[in-house]
Structures are given as C-alpha cells and as structure tokens.
C-alpha cells in the first residue's frame, strides 16, 4: 500500500510559496510600478507643455531669420566683396547699426519683428567687439528670439565680424 504524506514530512513543506512571499513579492511590485509611473507621468507633462512639432518650427524659423541676417553684408558702408572693409585704414567709414528697409546689412535688422500667427520673431543687433577684445565696431552680436506657445523662448544669436 502506498504511503500517505503528511504535513511533517519534507515533500510536503515544498509545496508552494508562503503567505509572507506573496506579499513582499506584491509589495516591491507595487514600489516598482508606482516609480515607473512616476516617472512616465513627468515626461508626458513636460513634452505636453510644449509640442515637439511647434518648437520645431519655431527653431527652423529662427535658424533661416538667422542664416538670412549673417548672408548680408556687415554694415551700410561696406563696398561689395567686403574689402576693404569699413573702418579699416583704407575702407570706409561705419555707418553703425541703423535699420532701414532694404535689408541689405546686419545693422538692418536691429529690432526686426515678425509673427506668422503662432510664433512671434524678434531679432537684436547690438555691437560686441568687446567680447572679443576688440574695437566695439568690428564685431556685431546678432539675437533672434522665437516666442513658443506654453513654453520658454527660443534663442539663437550668432557673431558676424567686419573683416
């Protein structure tokens, strides 16, 4: 006749795992789960504040009102092919930043605005030389700030040197 096993035999405390483990295990789960949450919950209501798409047009915008400013000649009086640039010993004198309509220097742009319903551009020319150490006349800082909805400004500036 087979054997019968009863509790206090050591096949019979093999059998599963204890209330305590199921527990411990649910509860560490349960840590897990809510970190993850939280986690996912802070990404989703960062990129929800601003979309990706609108900021990215507003840095293509930026970037070409940018890319249009630095394609232009350095100041009013600088003579076609840049030299000899103006101020120097041989070139003219500057004009200086003084916007008029034509656009056709950086100085031009200084306090140029536009806006294309979502965005609103605005563009800053001002004189830097003395972030290089030299003359304040010789180098411009040029500033474009794009305005994006439900977020922080966007701002790209660059430097464009008379040489």
Known sequence: MPSRHTASTPLALERGITLIETIVFLVVIAISLTALAMVFDQRMSHESSVNAAVRLRALEMAQAKLDE???????????????????SANGP?????????????????????????VHALSVDVVEAGSDFGQANNLVRRITVTVSVPGGSPLVLAAYRVNF
């Open 93 to 117: 004198a500057c004009a200086g930043i003084v916007p008029d309509t034509d656009f056709d220097d950086v100085g031009d742009y200084n306090g140029y605005n536009e806006s294309n319903g």
């Open 69 to 87: 400013i630095l394609a232009r000649k350095f100041d009013e009086n600088t003579p076609p092919g840049g030299i000899p640039a103006c101020g």
